[in-house]
Structures are given as C-alpha cells and as structure tokens.
T-cell receptor, first 112, second 113 residues
Framework: AQTVTQSQPEMSVQEAETVTLSCTYD???????LFWYKQPPSRQMILVIR??????QNATENRFSVNFQKAAKSFSLKISDSQLGDAAMYFC?????????FGAGTRLTVKP | NAGVTQTPKFQVLKTGQSMTLQCAQD?????MSWYRQDPGMGLRLIHY???????DQGEVPNGYNVSRSTTEDFPLRLLSAAPSQTSVYFC????????????FGQGTRLTVV
C-alpha cells in the first residue's frame, strides 16, 4: 500500500523568510500525482500545488515551489517570502489510480 | 456553486448508536471519498468510490459502510458508534483523472460518548 510520510509535525518561520516542508512517499506504481494541500483553522482544504510523477521539472505556483526527487521518492514544499496568511496545517498527498493518501501533516507557524 | 456539501457539521452520539453522514457534490465528479482526521495522524482514507455502484475500502474501513447509488451522493454510515470513532470527517470529490484537484466538504466533528 502507498504511504506518505511527513516527518516534521511542526515548523516555524519568520515572516518574509523561506521555509521547506518535507514529504516522502512509498509506492510501486509509475503513474501518480503528488499534491500539497493547506488547511487553515477554518478546516477548509485548499490546493497549494501539484506535481506529475512523469515531469522532471519542479512545479511552481507564485511563492510556492516543490523539490521533486523521484528516485528518492521525496516531494518537499518550499514557501518563499512567508506571509502571516501562510500559517496553517500543510498536508502532502499522493494520488494513484486507486485512491488518494495523505501524510500526517506539518503545522506551520509564521512569526511576525 | 455548492461544490461538496457535507452534513451535519457537528454531531454527538452515544456509544452503540448509528448514524449517517451525508455528502453530495454537484460537479459531476466520478471519484468520491471519505477521510477521518485525527491529531498527529493526518487524513486517513475510510472508503472511496470511482463511480456510481462502485465502492472500495481505504486504510481504516472497519465500523463504516458506504454506498454510491448516484453520482452525486456518497453517504457514510456508522453502524454502531464507538468512542474510537470520535474524529473530524471529511468528504472529498474529484474527476477520475489523477491530476485533478480534490474538493472537500467543510467537515463533520463527531463525538462519541
């Protein structure tokens, strides 16, 4: 079964600085997608960024970018120029033809 | 745009009671799923469906039943509630293609006493 591991339960960053959230996954499948979702205190789940396993180029969405290392099965999220509104739980997710699995999450605190 | 509608938002049950969490989406999504969210454990997949009439088990299916009689609806049934089922439950839906975004309901906070 596919597993997703986020080894950092909590992270903290100073406003305007850069932070990287880690994610690793385990799979034997070749076709899959990886996602990062953000969950603010409102409990709403918000898509941050997605990455196709076949693409070597790392995805970028404004201040958010990923470092996708397929051989290492690693998918980290980098947040540049952190803002107070970035404070939330961040979940890494893996999606294959069967289902979608999530990691345990990383709670990000942004200090003013 | 209703998106994914999940009801109720809050529920308190006594041990042994049964109930159904409702989930409906109006985006014609083929894929629907139920997760439970517990502190330190993230979202764990309970059951999922890739289309009407098709359901399958996820990581933690015990104590839960689902059915998918229509594309729009995917209810989750707790057969005999236990305190271990105290959690926040999320319904999600998406298109079948792997690259599509999952849309989530607002969540149900369930407490079993």
């Amino acid at each position: 079964a596919q597993t997703v591991t986020q080894s950092q339960p909590e992270m903290s960053v100073q406003e305007a600085e850069t932070v990287t959230l880690s994610c690793t996954y385990d799979t034997s499948e070749s076709d899959y997608y990886l996602f990062w979702y953000k969950q603010p205190p409102s409990r709403q789940m918000i898509l941050v960024i997605r990455q196709e396993a076949y693409k070597q180029q790392n995805a970028t969405e404004n201040r958010f970018s990923v470092n996708f290392q397929k051989a290492a099965k690693s998918f980290s999220l980098k947040i540049s120029d952190s803002q107070l509104g970035d404070a939330a739980m961040y979940f890494c997710a893996y999606r294959s033809s069967n289902d979608m699995r999530f990691g345990a999450g990383t709670r990000l605190t942004v200090k003013p | 745009n209703a998106g994914v509608t999940q009801t109720p938002k809050f529920q308190v049950l006594k041990t042994g009671q049964s109930m159904t969490l409702q989930c409906a989406q109006d985006m014609n999504h083929e894929y629907m799923s139920w997760y439970r969210q517990d502190p330190g454990m993230g979202l764990r997949l309970i059951h999922y469906s890739v289309g009407a009439g098709i359901t399958d088990q996820g990581e933690v299916p015990n104590g839960y039943n689902v059915s998918r009689s229509t594309t729009e609806d995917f209810p989750l049934r707790l057969l005999s509630a236990a305190p271990s089922q105290t959690s926040v439950y999320f319904c999600a839906s998406s298109y079948r293609q792997l690259n599509t975004e999952a849309f989530f309901g607002q969540g149900t906070r369930l407490t079993v006493v």
